[in-house]
């Protein structure tokens, strides 16, 4: 249940002082339930008031900060290869875009993962069975990337990434962002901020007033900084947040293969 503006101040230690925490990143002992593959990955972040997003998640998780601050994040990219455990990818079904806004918080103090305010896919039965059988809260969009080829060899490509929501609403909801990746290809290294916001492995929803959470497991992003070249969305409005006037960050990643672990209650 979102938290009312009396309990706005609640929120978790400073991650930013503190150890990482290596458990989520170790692969579960269980039986994966899907594979697919995270291609072209651009994370857009700017750091927030934590009073600012703290009615807006469930009074059970904390919000997790990295120098007093929290994080808001627009993540577009490709998802390819989406398919159950021991079946093949079906062509036209398993490959969609999808873009995410989310932030970053722990689980009594120990589990740190996502809390995503919305998603967008480009592909409507995913829709479906990710709002049924995971509780998180899709939205079916019309969604567009480009690679625009580079004016010389020797620089890189700027990636084009665009929405705009059909259903369920509120709408209207889009985006539309040029980048460009820069910088040296490296993972990013514990107890940096891009470590913070992009090495999570772990996701948080609720459904029916219960808490339940669903764990990934892949290899550390290969990752370098990039470029935002323009920058035009609704996203953040329609999940209720106000986006701050700071330039966000950016980075941008090839991408990673997945396994997708069971569902469970918190």
Same mark, same amino acid.
């Given at each position: 249940?979102?938290?009312?503006?009396?309990?706005?101040?609640?929120?978790?230690?400073?991650?930013?002082?503190?150890?990482?925490?290596?458990?989520?990143?170790?692969?579960?002992?269980?039986?994966? *339930?899907?594979?697919?593959?995270?291609?072209?990955?651009?994370?857009?972040?700017?750091?927030?008031?934590?009073?600012?997003?703290? &009615?807006?998640?469930?009074?059970?998780? !904390?919000?997790?900060?990295?120098?007093?601050?929290?994080?808001?994040?627009?993540?577009?990219?490709?998802?390819?290869?989406?398919?159950?455990?021991?079946?093949?990818?079906?062509?036209?079904?398993?490959?969609?875009?999808?873009?995410?806004?989310?932030?970053?918080?722990?689980?009594?103090?120990?589990?740190?993962?996502?809390?995503?305010?919305?998603?967008?896919?480009?592909?409507?039965?995913?829709?479906?069975?990710?709002?049924?059988?995971?509780?998180?809260?899709?939205?079916?969009?019309?969604?567009?990337? !480009? /690679?625009?080829?580079?004016?010389?060899?020797?620089?890189?490509?700027?990636?084009?990434?665009?929405? &705009?929501?059909?259903?369920?609403?509120?709408?209207?909801?889009?985006?539309?962002?040029?980048?460009?990746?820069?910088?040296?290809?490296?993972?990013? /290294?514990?107890?940096?901020?891009?470590?913070?916001?992009?090495?999570?492995?772990?996701?948080?929803?609720?459904?029916?007033? /219960?808490? =339940?959470?669903?764990?990934?497991?892949?290899?550390?992003?290969?990752?370098?900084?990039?470029?935002?070249?323009?920058?035009?969305?609704?996203?953040?409005?329609?999940?209720?947040?106000?986006?701050?006037?700071?330039?966000?960050?950016?980075?941008?990643?090839?991408?990673? !293969? *997945?396994?997708?672990?069971?569902?469970? =209650?918190?």
């Amino acid at each position: 249940m979102p938290a009312t503006p009396s309990q706005s101040s609640r929120s978790g230690p400073d991650r930013s002082l503190a150890s990482d925490c290596p458990a989520p990143t170790q692969r579960p002992r269980q039986r994966a *339930v899907l594979r697919q593959e995270w291609r072209d990955l651009l994370f857009v972040h700017w750091p927030i008031r934590p009073e600012a997003l703290r &009615a807006l998640v469930p009074l059970e998780l !904390e919000l997790d900060l990295f120098d007093g601050m929290a994080y808001v994040g627009l993540v577009p990219f490709t998802m390819t290869g989406v398919r159950p455990v021991g079946l093949p990818a079906l062509p036209g079904l398993s490959s969609f875009h999808e873009t995410n806004v989310r932030t970053y918080v722990r689980l009594a103090d120990r589990d740190p993962g996502v809390w995503f305010f919305n998603l967008e896919a480009g592909r409507s039965i995913a829709v479906c069975l990710a709002r049924r059988l995971f509780h998180l809260p899709y939205h079916y969009a019309r969604m567009l990337f !480009e /690679r625009e080829p580079a004016s010389r060899a020797t620089e890189p490509s700027t990636i084009l990434y665009a929405g &705009a929501r059909r259903w369920p609403g509120p709408v209207p909801a889009s985006y539309a962002m040029r980048a460009t990746p820069t910088g040296p290809v490296q993972p990013a /290294r514990p107890g940096t901020l891009e470590h913070f916001l992009i090495e999570r492995y772990i996701l948080f929803t609720l459904w029916k007033r /219960r808490l =339940y959470q669903c764990q990934v497991h892949h290899t550390p992003y290969p990752l370098q900084t990039a470029r935002i070249l323009t920058l035009d969305e609704t996203l953040l409005a329609a999940a209720g947040i106000d986006r701050p006037e700071t330039i966000p960050l950016a980075h941008f990643s090839t991408g990673v !293969e *997945v396994e997708v672990f069971p569902i469970r =209650y918190a």
